[in-house]
C-alpha cells in the first residue's frame, strides 16, 4: 500500500560509543551533515539517497551507505496480544452478563479494533550495520523484514567497530 499523503520521514542514529540516540534533521530539508551526541562522542556524519529525501522508501543507509536494512513494525507485538486477551475478558464477562450471544460479536469488535491499531502503528525500517532508524516511509514494505541469518553477518562488525571506537 503505497500513501500519497505527504510524509515526513525522521531518521534516527544511535552514538557508536554510548548508544545515545540523536534525531536527525528531516531529509527534506538537510540532504546531508553530521550530528554528535550529547557528550560529543565522535560526529556522525549522514548523507540521505534521493529515494529517502522523497520519503518513498529506505534504499541505502545515510549513515554507513549499506543497503542491508530491514523492516518492523513499530509497536510492541505483546501490546497486541495483550489488548485481545483484555478483549476476550470483557466479551466473556459480558456474554456471562447479558447471555452468550454477545461472545462472539464483542470479540470480533475488539479484534477489530486490534487490527485498526496495528495499521495504523507505521513500520519502521532499520539498518543492520548501523541500527540507524527510518521512520515515516510510505513505501516501508518495500523492505524485507528481520533476517537473523542476515543479522550475523553484521554482528561480526559491530564487535569490531565497538572495540575499536
Ligand atoms: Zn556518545
Ligand atoms: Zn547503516
Known amino acids: 500500500m503505497v500513501h500519497t499523503y505527504p510524509l515526513r520521514v525522521r531518521v534516527s542514529v544511535y552514538c557508536s560509543e554510548c548508544l545515545a540516540r540523536i534525531e536527525l534533521p528531516p531529509p527534506q530539508e538537510t540532504i546531508s551533515g553530521s550530528v554528535s551526541c550529547p557528550s560529543k562522542h565522535s560526529s556522525i556524519s549522514f548523507c540521505h539517497s534521493e529515494t529517502i529525501k522523497a520519503g518513498s522508501r529506505v534504499d541505502v543507509c545515510s549513515r554507513c551507505s549499506s543497503t542491508a536494512l530491514f523492516t518492523q513494525k513499530d509497536f510492541d507485538q505483546r501490546l497486541g496480544c495483550a489488548i485481545l486477551a483484555a478483549g476476550a475478558a470483557v466479551a466473556l464477562g459480558v456474554s456471562w452478563r447479558f447471555g452468550g450471544i454477545w461472545?462472539?460479536?464483542?470479540?470480533?469488535?475488539?479484534?477489530?479494533?486490534?487490527?485498526?491499531?496495528?495499521?495504523?502503528?507505521?513500520?519502521?525500517?532499520?539498518?543492520?550495520?548501523?541500527?540507524?532508524?527510518?521512520?515515516?516511509?510510505a513505501d516501508a514494505s518495500a523492505t524485507r523484514s528481520y533476517d537473523p541469518h542476515v543479522a550475523e553477518r553484521f554482528a561480526d562488525v559491530k564487535t569490531v567497530r565497538r572495540m575499536n571506537p
Open 103 to 137: 461472545f462472539v460479536p464483542v470479540l470480533l469488535l475488539v479484534a477489530a479494533a486490534d487490527l485498526v491499531l496495528a495499521r495504523r502503528v507505521a513500520a519502521v525500517v532499520i539498518c543492520y550495520q548501523c541500527d540507524t532508524e527510518y521512520r515515516g516511509v
